[in-house]
T-cell receptor
């Protein structure tokens, strides 16, 4: 079945540094990928839609200069948290629809636990 | 606006008993509906979906869900719960008529199956 690989699974960084999270579709091509942030109370917040070969679409309230998204190929999207601060500590999850069809379910990476000290 | 509601923050059920996790939605037109499960520190896993056809859909791990158009609901069910079913469950909807592939997720329901 469709597999989405996300790395790293955990990262601890110092305040002010940048962190890059990679999301790869291993056995399918993903023209679209979604990046979510999950808060401790469990709700998922869609941050942005990553589009291969074009600019990402950010949700309202998400700073695009802080959360840089690049979708350089059909199998790789990256999220870079720039100048990270403790409030950016969270669980970040990427996902992609297996097929470019509206009835296709999402396949998720295993998430990245970011801790900013 | 599209929305999904999971009215229960947590559901507790004894092992072997039937379980139901509730979901209602608000979408204009005919929605695509999905259930996902999340285990601790992991991404979400797809369980099942309703697109069209039979109102009762069967999915992974013995789960099923019933689509009820008049009540705009898509409750997740399982006849006999296992302790290993304890996890976080998300209902999601897509509006197939929208120009976007965005999914709208509910707030999640934590299922606890007690031995």
């Amino acid at each position: 079945g469709a597999v989405v690989s996300q790395h790293p699974s955990r990262v601890i960084c110092k305040s002010g540094t940048s962190v890059k999270i990679e999301c790869r579709s291993l056995d399918f091509q993903a023209t679209t990928m979604f990046w979510y942030r999950q808060f401790p109370k469990k709700s998922l917040m869609l941050m942005a839609t990553s589009n291969e070969g074009s600019k990402a679409t950010y949700e309202q309230g998400v700073e695009k200069d802080k959360f840089l998204i690049n979708h350089a190929s059909l199998t790789l999207s990256t999220l870079t948290v720039t100048s990270a601060h403790p409030e950016d500590s969270s669980f970040y999850i990427c996902s992609a629809p297996w097929r470019d069809r509206r009835d296709s379910p999402l396949h998720f990476g295993n998430g990245t636990r970011l801790t900013v000290t | 606006a599209q929305s999904v509601a999971q009215p229960e923050d947590q559901v507790n059920v004894a092992e072997g008993n039937p379980l139901t996790v509730k979901c209602t939605y608000s979408v204009s037109g005919n929605p695509y509906l999905f259930w996902y499960v999340q285990y601790p520190n992991r991404g979400l896993q797809f369980l099942l979906k309703y697109i069209t056809g039979d109102n009762l859909v069967k999915g992974s791990y013995g789960f099923e869900a019933e689509f009820n158009k008049s009540q705009t609901s898509f409750h997740l069910k399982k006849p006999s719960a296992l302790v290993s079913d304890s996890a976080l469950y998300f209902c999601a909807v897509r509006d197939p008529t929208s120009g976007t592939y965005k999914y709208i997720f509910g707030t999640g329901t934590r299922l606890k199956v007690l031995a």
